[in-house]
């Protein structure tokens, strides 16, 4: 056993990266459930995501108008989940899970011409003075831009929701969509506009993987990022600033428990590997006990009777 | 001038055995535009999938397969519709099924190489009381501390994956497996082996476990007080309360019947159709019986038909990939899509589509 | 039981008669553990398959099935190619053994090969490669080529194969510079990109220069590229969009030429039951060319390892070895059975940590 092998600085700049494609994906997932709105299809937005972002990104040799594919690629599937919930009125969690299902299928037909290939390369952003302090400068400060534009929605999810009267509306429909309806709110539009949110960030979430963290397309190669994301929506609470954290736990100990490995460390791999949805488990818990609980009309379908 | 949906007073009888058949019927247009799309004659594939097994030259042995891959799917759906319809939300079935299997296929290994007649029925009772205390986790965390059950049952299906790896790779491990991980082979313990009853037929333990289960479940449903309190608690919970509906018990039971069901369709599935625990022993059915059951409508025949058409779907698919080469994916696709054709057009059993004058939806 | 007579007896009624009527044609089916676009196993397998159709043109119809789950499901879709006229079916994953055995049971006339495991029957013949004599050749160069001493390697999970070729790439580094230090890293995947990519990066910042992987996809290959000065070898498939660097070399699974042969040998009617295990030799193991990264001394030796193990001169596990705990497994001179290999559960002496349990 070698613990002095393990850099504390690598290892937490190789977590921001493990945590971005879940953060981002969780962050639109926790505008869609604020809604009231549960999508299980988050596996199937990513993975759609991820072959809309690697394929035009190999097409056009421009990551950055992969990323906009994949978001794009990943509102346009979840519009599909959103006929379903708001105009037909189907149930969310049978929708959301033939929405994953059709999504890694769709995906796998997109992506047939697109094994083996390398992406073009995103390059690191090389902040001058930042970069070079030392600890921070690793840390924080080199990583490519799709990093720094996770952390940046974790800024504008949190005032959105919290500040801006968009926000309050989001929340009056999640909380009482009958009463949001009453006041004259357009709670279906406003739900449609949500879950393309949330579509578009686990599409950015997607294709951070095919285009950065891996980069290469496989199929299923998101291998159950998207429901991770799900369970780092209840982790935080329905809060932005507790996604980042969380994201940053869930990306942490799989990041840490690969060091230990590396390290010689004799660890439980599966015991490790289930922790952080005990975890998870336990934090409802208590957060049941302390009243912040989940948007009340979490999953219940809408129909405006009047 | 534009559309409407208004809720009917009562749900539409025509609609209600018309929306699976136009279903089905927009499934073959649109996947007959992706298979055409994809090279492939679009009539061949569509008879494929939905021919084949029934009436095709080989129907005799599909047909039976049929009933294997439908009976898991129905077991666990049948027991996820009671929660369902009481607004209680199992979806952590597949975790169910996995320990399920565990607990069933450990005792029966802890007897190894025993012959007994009673090592079987406990094979069942430890699968159905592992499924079932699995989902005494959400139930109780629910009733005790008011934790949202939809998450506590899934996250606990990645607890029950990563136990399943350990046990595939550790304690159930066949000694002599040549050190590959999976346990011994239940075909090839008479005692423990979920055989089927006549030979070829398809007919095993879990088929008539399904069976009985989809009649249980009626008569409880339409004879049963509870079964009145779930459809009163689901329909209007205050009403409930008022009418003494206990809505702990009613948590308790509901969780831990469709807990203890998948428990037993992992069990009768590792000692059966599967033969072994391996790593990747799950391969979805608790999910999917969460599409089966609202497929179904809910309903224990709507589950029954339901399975069974999900289960064509999966075998046809797996002729048409092998006769007509059709990448897997495609199946995939044209599953999906069926699942959101069927979800769409079932709003028209409760609404009607009204035409109305300018008026903000 | 007359209903069970009934049915066996049409089950093997048709069988035979739709190998009957194929007879012109031989029909070869293949079931896939994953999807062809894999990029590794599933796709090298496919290869096979593909050099099958090259081979024998119209003579030969392939099929195939993906994705194929181990277990109840596996035994229909082969169960179902045989009763659609195969006349021989590849099932490539271990987890098909038991199906495989089963399904040829009840179809004596049609062939049966089965990858990677261990029951044969009267038509079913067992298949696998020797990927450990590649492992020897890639442990040379990594131990060569280290300059930190200390080698990453990426296992998948604890099992036989993937200690074979733990130990054989340690024996052959350790030979050639006695201070190299392997770490492992046990994934517990076949296939995960993005936890792949992880394991090889906390490998690399933890200090190892040369990474070997026994999981399948090119994710440990772009880590590497992206931190710069280490090496990595293809895994499965050749990966050779990462040559020259860092990407020096690779095991190629090749199935393309025991495919053909075996498919020929049932055109013939000279097909039997056996148990292959082939290595370089037969080229079933590929060993992919050396990039000029490797200095010209290093690529010259690995060359000569490989053939001496083509040839068969020189066995990757010869004594004198001992286990991890110092107690004796081979003696001087000693060449291992391949009953121990097969069921290797033991590091060999140096390696660090313990195989999980």
């Known amino acids: ?306 | 001038m534009m559309l409407k949906l208004e809720k009917r007073a009562q749900p539409s009888l025509l609609w209600t055995y018309l929306t699976p058949l136009v279903a089905v019927i927009c499934t073959m247009i649109a996947g007959g535009a992706l298979f055409a799309v994809l090279g492939k004659n679009p009539g061949e594939a569509i008879a494929t999938i939905f021919w084949q097994p029934l009436f095709g030259e080989f129907a005799f042995y599909y047909r039976p397969q049929l009933l294997i891959k439908g009976a898991p799917l129905v077991l666990i759906a049948i027991g996820l519709s009671l929660g369902f319809r009481a607004g209680i939300w199992n979806i952590g079935a597949e975790g169910q099924y996995i320990i399920g299997a565990l607990t069933g296929a450990g005792v029966g290994l802890a007897f190894y190489p025993a012959e007994a007649w009673y090592i079987f029925p406990l094979m069942v009772m430890a699968g159905a009381l592992g499924g079932w205390a699995w989902a005494m986790i959400p139930a109780v965390l629910r009733t005790r501390f008011g934790t949202n059950e939809i998450l506590v049952s899934l996250m606990l299906v990645y607890v029950a994956e990563q136990l399943l790896a350990k046990m595939a790779l550790g304690l159930l491990r066949n000694p002599e497996g040549h050190g590959f991980p999976g346990s011994r082979n239940f075909q090839q313990y008479p005692s423990g082996h979920n055989a089927e009853i006549i030979t070829g037929s398809g007919m095993h333990w879990g088929v008539v476990a399904a069976l009985i289960a989809v009649i249980f479940s009626y008569i409880l449903l339409n004879r049963h007080i509870l079964g009145y309190h779930i459809r009163l608690t689901g329909q209007a919970p205050r009403a409930a309360k008022f009418a003494g509906v206990n809505p702990t018990q009613l948590i308790l039971f509901c969780l831990g019947t469709s807990g203890a069901l998948a428990g037993l369709a992992g069990m009768f599935e590792v000692s059966g159709p599967a033969g072994q625990i391996n790593i990747d022993f799950n391969v979805g059915y608790g999910f999917t019986a969460i599409i089966v059951a609202f497929l179904g409508r809910l309903h224990p025949v709507g589950i029954l038909l339901a399975g069974l058409l999900m289960a064509l779907t999966y075998i046809g698919g797996e002729i048409a990939q092998s006769n007509l080469g059709l990448p897997a994916a495609a199946i995939q696709m044209f599953q999906g899509m069926l699942l959101f054709f069927l979800l769409a057009i079932d709003v028209l059993t409760n609404f009607r589509i009204r035409r109305t004058k300018r008026e903000a939806v | 039981m007359n209903f069970v007579k009934y049915l066996a007896g049409a089950t093997l009624a048709l069988g035979l008669a739709t190998s009957a009527i194929a007879q012109d044609k031989t029909k070869v089916g293949f079931i896939y553990v994953g999807p062809i676009g894999d990029g590794g196993w599933t796709y090298e397998h496919d290869k096979g398959r593909l050099a099958v159709e090259e081979a024998f043109g119209d003579a030969v119809e392939t099929v195939y099935q993906e994705s194929v789950p181990e277990g109840a499901d596996a035994e229909r879709a082969i169960t179902q190619m045989a009763l659609q006229g195969a006349d021989l079916i590849f099932t490539t994953s271990f987890g098909y053994m038991e199906p495989t055995v089963s399904v040829a049971a009840k179809f004596p006339d049609v062939k049966f090969e089965h990858a990677t495991g261990y029951k044969a029957g009267p038509n079913v013949s067992t298949y696998s490669a020797r990927f450990y004599e590649g492992r020897a050749v890639q442990g040379h160069i990594a131990g060569k080529m280290t300059k930190s001493n200390v080698v990453g390697y990426i296992a998948s999970f604890p099992i036989p194969e993937v200690i074979r070729g733990i130990n054989a790439a340690y024996i052959h580094a350790k030979k050639v510079n006695p201070d190299v230090q392997f770490k492992i890293i046990w994934a517990y995947t076949w296939f995960d990109p993005a936890k792949e990519a992880d394991a090889a990066t906390a490998l690399i910042e933890q200090g190892a220069d040369v990474i070997l992987q026994h999981t399948d996809s090119t994710a440990p290959q772009a880590a590497a590229e992206k931190a710069g000065n280490v090496i990595t070898f293809g895994q499965a498939s050749d990966m050779s969009e990462y040559a020259p660097l860092p990407r020096v070399s690779s095991i190629i699974d090749n199935w393309g030429p025991y495919y053909v042969a075996r498919t020929q040998a049932v055109i013939d009617g000279t097909w039997e039951s056996v148990q292959t295990w082939d290595g370089i030799g037969p080229g079933m193991v590929g060993i992919g060319e050396i990039t000029d990264a490797v200095p010209a001394d290093i690529k010259a030796e690995a060359l000569a390892l490989k053939d001496a193990i083509a040839a068969g001169d020189y066995h990757p596990f010869t004594g004198p070895l001992k286990k991890q705990d110092g107690s004796d497994w081979l003696g001087d001179g000693e060449v291992s059975d391949d009953g121990a290999l097969l069921g290797m559960n033991f590091y060999v002496e140096g390696l660090e940590g313990d195989i999980p349990q």
Not at chain 1, 213 to 221: A, D, I, K, L, S
């Open chain 1, 1 to 306: 056993m070698d613990l002095s092998s393990i850099s504390p600085t690598l290892l937490l700049a190789s977590l921001m990266v493990a945590a971005t494609p879940i953060l981002l994906a969780a962050l639109g997932e926790l505008v869609v459930e604020r809604s009231g709105v549960l999508n299980l299809g988050v596996e199937g937005m990513m993975i759609t995501g991820a072959i809309c972002g690697f394929a035009v990104a190999v097409e056009t040799g421009s990551p950055v108008l992969g990323f906009a594919a994949a978001a794009v690629g990943g509102a346009a599937l979840s519009l599909l989940f959103a006929l379903l919930t708001q105009v037909a009125l189907a149930n969310h969690v049978a929708s959301g899970l033939a929405l994953t299902l059709f999504g890694l299928g769709l995906s796998a037909l997109l992506g047939q011409g697109y094994v083996g290939i390398k992406p073009p390369p995103t390059d690191k952003l090389d902040i001058p003075l930042l970069g070079d302090m030392p600890f921070l400068g690793p840390v924080v400060f080199s990583h490519d831009l799709m990093v720094y534009v996770g952390l940046a929605l974790v800024v504008a999810v949190w005032w959105m929701l919290n500040h801006s009267r968009a926000g309050l509306v989001l929340r009056a429909v999640g909380e009482n969509h009958d009463a949001a309806h009453a006041l004259g709110f357009k709670v279906v539009r406003v739900r449609i506009m949500a879950i393309m949110f949330g579509g578009a960030c686990a599409g950015l979430g997607g294709a951070y993987i095919s285009l950065i963290r891996v980069p290469q397309w496989t199929e299923g190669m998101t291998a159950g990022a998207g429901w991770i994301a799900l369970a780092l929506v209840v982790f935080a609470s329905w809060k932005a600033g507790r996604v980042l954290l969380g994201a940053y736990l869930f990306g942490g100990i799989t990041v840490l428990q690969l060091n230990l490995q590396a390290a010689g460390v004799d660890i439980p791999v599966e015991y490790l590997s289930m922790s952080p949805y005990v975890i998870t488990i336990l934090v409802l818990v208590i957060m049941s006990a302390d009243r912040s609980r989940a948007p009340a009309s979490l999953g219940r379908t809408f129909h405006a009777s009047s």
